[in-house]
Nanobody, 115 residues
Framework: QVFPVESGGGLVQAGGSLRLSCATS????????MAWYRQAPGKQRELVAM???????NYLDSVKGRFFISRDNAKNTVVLQMHSLKPEDTAVYVC?????????WGRGTQVTVSS
């Protein structure tokens, strides 16, 4: 089991950048797919970015070219680097680990982008 803990959220002006980190406890981190989801008030949770155990990535269309996900298996961490932030990126960002149908969720970190 790999339990995520997020950090790095905050308030930023539109056009700025933020770096979210997700540290995990547990073993076999390298065998887990890792993902960032977000949920804005009144909206459904959406998948923002995912990186598989093999290193393949995919992104929500609206963040392609602005957000970048990476992982460090030696440090059991996954990072979401966000650039050119927009007010519509405002949400709680939640880190997720997945393996064999089992999902583990962090508590989330707030990202607020002011216009």
């Amino acid at each position: 089991q790999v339990f995520p803990v997020e950090s790095g959220g905050g308030l930023v002006q539109a056009g700025g950048s933020l770096r979210l980190s997700c540290a995990t406890s547990g073993s076999a981190f390298s065998n887990y797919d890792m993902a960032w989801y977000r949920q804005a008030p009144g909206k459904q949770r959406e998948l923002v970015a995912m990186i598989t155990s093999g290193g393949s990535t995919n992104y929500l269309d609206s963040v392609k070219g602005r957000f970048f996900i990476s992982r460090d298996n030696a440090k059991n961490t996954v990072v979401l680097q966000m650039h050119s932030l927009k007010p519509e990126d405002t949400a709680v960002y939640v880190c997720n680990s997945q393996r064999g149908g089992a999902y583990f969720w962090g508590r989330g970190t707030q990202v607020t982008v002011s216009s």
